[in-house]
């Protein structure tokens, strides 16, 4: 029998938009989450923009989502080091994104004696800020990255991404990252206590099955696997998990909200 959806996850690139325009449906879909007052978050591993920029973005797409509907993989990992250790400090590698939740958390952002070195996504990455962070995790500093993506898509093709950046930290100091984003279930659990909901009767749509699906297989929720995005219906069958649902796009799951 299938269980009651109360509650929605969504990832948003491949799922919402792709390379900047709406996926046909997703603003149906939206729509009808907020018409129904179904509680929901899009989730992101992307940790470069706030909550707010990527609101804009979407709004120029035309999606109309409220900024307090999107968590990101630098909120969750900001949640994660609060839990972890309250008042804390971070030498931080990253974009506004997780700067701002990191300092909204109540962090300190430092490069003298960090409790954490915090790795995000940049587009700018720094010889001279990478070298130090291999020496501040060899002088024992916690090694943190938002998210375990080694690359993110691009116009012009695949861009290196955090996990890319994290494997060279690791060969350099012999210290493994802790990844806070998807697929760690994490990142799911985070949101979940955002929304208050309950695993049982939460769902999880998304296009990849190594990130999104088996996320939300290891947090317990119901998963919807779009086909607009990285996996195609045939690549399915290579992994040892199955999304609960094969669906072409959103625009399929309006009806359903």
């Not at 990832?11 to 929901?40: K, N």
């Not at 900001?78 to 939740?101: C, H, K, N, W």
């Not at 080694?150 to 994290?166: M, Y």
């Not at 659990?189 to 099955?209: C, K, Y």
Request: hydrophobic share 45%; aromatic share 8%; with cysteine.
């Amino acid at each position: 029998m299938t269980r009651e959806i109360r509650a929605w996850l969504s990832d948003m690139d491949g799922v919402l938009v792709h390379e900047g325009i709406a996926v046909p449906g997703a603003a149906e879909f939206v729509r009808a989450l907020r018409d129904a007052e179904r509680p929901f978050l899009v989730l992101t591993n992307n940790s470069i923009f706030t909550p707010r920029d990527l609101r804009a973005r979407l709004a120029t797409s035309g999606i109309d989502l409220p900024e307090g509907a999107i968590w990101t993989s630098a909120l969750a990992t900001a949640r994660f080091l609060v839990d972890q250790m309250p008042t804390g400090s971070a030498y931080v590698i990253g974009e506004a994104g997780l700067t701002t939740a990191l300092y909204e958390a109540g962090y300190t952002l430092t490069a003298a004696e960090p409790d954490f070195v915090v790795l995000g996504e940049t587009r700018t990455y720094s010889f001279e800020a990478i070298t130090k962070a291999i020496r501040l995790i060899q002088g024992g500093a916690r090694f943190i990255c938002t998210n375990p993506d080694v690359t993110g898509p691009s116009i012009e093709g695949d861009l290196p991404a955090t996990g890319a950046v994290a494997a060279m930290v690791q060969a350099a100091t012999g210290r493994q990252p802790y990844f806070v984003g998807k697929p760690n279930p994490i990142m799911m659990r985070t949101a979940l206590n955002r929304l208050g909901a309950h695993s049982e009767t939460t769902a999880m749509v998304g296009d990849r099955m190594d990130t999104d699906v088996v996320a939300g297989i290891e947090a317990g929720l119901r998963t919807y696997l779009v086909l607009t995005g990285s996996t195609r219906r045939e690549e399915v069958e290579r992994f040892p998990f199955r999304p609960s649902e094969i669906v072409e796009s959103v625009a399929d799951l309006v009806e359903r909200v």
